[in-house]
């Protein structure tokens, strides 16, 4: 989760530019590749959170995000909630 993955790398990998790498992924998914890593990373970060006691800043690491802040701003954006909002949220349903 933590890899840093480029458009430019995952075309290569399937031998395609990466711009037809990016219409063929999205008009397939529906959603663009940066987005789609995004997704996977903010689902990976909600089982962290749900799960451990690990801080902020240190799932943010674990998950391939630049900074704790990113990470907050990014989470918030796609659950409506920050990530300390959510762990609490879960660990509530936990007991």
């Known amino acids: 989760y ?4 480029s458009l430019s790398s995952l075309a290569a990998l399937v031998g395609m530019g990466s711009s037809t790498f990016r219409r063929i992924f999205t008009e397939r998914l529906s959603i663009p ?19 451990t006691s690990l801080t902020l800043e240190e799932i943010a ?14 989470f918030k954006s796609l659950r409506r909630m920050t990530p300390g909002e959510y762990r609490h949220l879960h660990k509530e349903q936990r007991k």
């Open 2 to 5: 933590k890899e840093k993955i």
């Open 33 to 51: 590749p940066g987005e789609y890593i995004s997704t996977i990373r903010i689902n990976h970060a909600r089982k962290l959170l749900a799960e």
């Open 61 to 74: 690491e674990k998950c391939g995000f630049f900074d704790q802040s990113h990470f907050t701003k990014l």
